[in-house]
């Protein structure tokens, strides 16, 4: 089964610095996708980015960006330029590429509290 | 991206009582998906609902508990039966599937005293 790691429960950036959050997932498949999502205080679930393991370049929106290193299994979230906005739980997420029923699921990590300072 | 519309968005219930969330999307999709989120934690899916089946349900969740109807393509419910404390969580809906991204819905927060 597949599993998806969040090892840093809180971590806190200065306003307009640069922030990392680790992410890392156990899987067998060679083909998937793995997904950001922030969840502010609203409780509503938005996606950050997303990036399908086929592709090499890792995927980019705005001010976040993604390192995604296939082989060790890992998938870092980048903040730049951070805002207080951007504070939130951030999820790093896994769906299998494979479809039907319940392969179609999103298994998410614990979540990564960030706390921007003002 | 489709817009999923949750009903309600909050309830404080009875401990005992059933309460039906439902979860209604502006556009046709095969496959609909429920989640729970307990306090301060992530989420778990409950179940997948797909349109004219049965509801798929993850370990832990059982039918009896968390009956799902899916009558068409656009809409679902998720009845939390005979709550108790334990069921306070908040209840998400989600639809998207393959190459698209999971959208949800905005959440029913549920309380029970």
């Known amino acids: 089964a597949q599993t998806v790691t969040q090892s840093q429960p809180e971590m806190s950036v200065q306003e307009a610095e640069t922030v990392t959050l680790s992410c890392t997932y156990d899987?067998?498949?060679?083909?998937?996708?793995l997904f950001w999502y922030k969840q502010p205080p609203s409780r509503q679930m938005i996606l950050v980015i997303r990036?399908?393991?086929?592709?090499?370049q890792n995927a980019t929106e705005n001010r976040f960006s993604v390192n995604f290193q296939k082989a060790a299994k890992s998938f870092s979230l980048k903040i730049s330029d951070s805002q207080l906005g951007d504070a939130a739980m951030y999820f790093c997420?896994?769906?299998?590429?494979?479809?039907?029923?319940?392969?179609?699921?999103?298994?998410f990590g614990k979540g990564t509290r960030l706390h921007i300072l003002p | 991206s489709a817009v999923i519309s949750q009903k309600p968005s909050r309830d404080i219930c009875q401990r005992g009582t059933s309460l039906t969330i439902q979860c209604q999307v502006d556009?046709?999709?095969?496959?609909m998906f429920w989640y729970r989120q307990q306090p301060g934690q992530s989420l778990t899916l409950i179940a997948t609902a797909n349109q004219g089946s049965e509801a798929t349900y993850e370990s832990g969740f059982v039918i009896d508990k968390f009956p799902i109807s899916r009558p068409n393509l656009t809409f679902s419910t998720l009845t939390v039966s005979n709550m108790s404390p334990e069921d306070s969580s908040i209840y998400l809906c989600s639809v998207g599937t393959g190459e698209q991204p999971q959208h949800f819905g905005d959440g029913t927060r549920l309380s029970i005293l």
């Open positions: 899987t067998s498949e060679s083909d998937y996708y």
């Open positions: 556009s046709q999709v095969t496959m």
């Open positions: 997420a896994y769906r299998s590429a494979f479809l039907g029923g319940r392969d179609d699921k999103i298994i």
């Open positions: 990036q399908e393991a086929y592709k090499q």
